[in-house]
Antibody, heavy 120, light 108 residues
Framework: QVQLQESGPGLVKPSQTLSLTCSVSGGSISSGRYYWTWIRQPAGQGLEWIGRIYASGNTNYNPSLKSRVTISLDRSKNHFSLTVSSLTAADTAVYYC????????????WGQGTLVTVSS | SYVLTQPPSVSVAPGKTARITCGGNNIERKSVHWYQQKPGQAPVVVISFDSDRPSGIPERYSGSNSGNAATLTISRVEAGDEADYYCQVWGDGGDYVVFGGGTKLTVL
């Protein structure tokens, strides 16, 4: 059973850069089958896809966030990461890491989510 | 960019059938996934690839996709079905994901 767990700061200041990590257990992020994904959800609002990374390191990003977002893999630690730069209050959200087993498959495993607040 | 449109809310009495639509231009050419999200929880996929039901999802959940609308149907609705439901596709070009705005299902 795959498990994903987000970690990172709960509070960041405007204009700063957010860094989140998703630790994966029960499976290897190096497996060629899977896509590792970040999704966020502002309070009381809908889901927004941020981007994904494949085992090869290839990435896809939401066009609306692409200039500020980077997703990377750390195979030695079996985790993947998200950085979002130039933060504003609009980036305040619950951030989920997730997995999908191929393309264009649905997301089949989700982390519990971590709340990130952007405020001075 | 590709846009998915869902009704903000749907209400249904217990035991009846709920239908939640997801509109998009020629959506029938895309694979649609549906997620259920209960308060304070991560979403769970209830229908994938238009009409496939993952293991553990009740048979009461079904999906269809035709023309410019996909539909999630929940038969014999129960109180436990009350949740937000989101549809999802891959955008034109197939390199980014689009979610619908979500539909809040209320069981009366």
């Amino acid at each position: 059973q795959v498990q994903l767990q987000e970690s990172g700061p709960g509070l960041v200041k405007p204009s700063q850069t957010l860094s989140l990590t998703c630790s994966v257990s029960g499976g290897s992020i190096s497996s060629g089958r899977y896509y590792w994904t970040w999704i966020r959800q502002p309070a009381g609002q809908g889901l927004e896809w941020i981007g994904r990374i494949y085992a090869s390191g290839n990435t896809n990003y939401n066009p609306s966030l692409k200039s500020r977002v980077t997703i990377s893999l750390d195979r030695s630690k079996n985790h993947f990461s998200l950085t979002v730069s130039s933060l504003t209050a609009a980036d305040t959200a619950v951030y989920y890491c997730a997995r999908s087993a191929g393309h264009p498959n649905a997301v089949d495993y989700w982390g519990q989510g971590t709340l990130v607040t952007v405020s001075s | 960019s590709y846009v998915l449109t869902q009704p903000p809310s749907v209400s249904v009495a217990p035991g009846k059938t709920a239908r939640i639509t997801c509109g998009g231009n020629n959506i029938e050419r895309k694979s649609v996934h549906w997620y259920q999200q209960k308060p304070g929880q991560a979403p769970v996929v209830v229908i994938s690839f238009d009409s496939d039901r993952p293991s553990g999802i009740p048979e009461r959940y079904s999906g269809s996709n035709s023309g410019n609308a996909a539909t999630l149907t929940i038969s014999r609705v129960e109180a436990g079905d009350e949740a937000d439901y989101y549809c999802q596709v891959w955008g034109d070009g197939g390199d980014y994901v689009v979610f619908g705005g979500g539909t809040k299902l209320t069981v009366l």
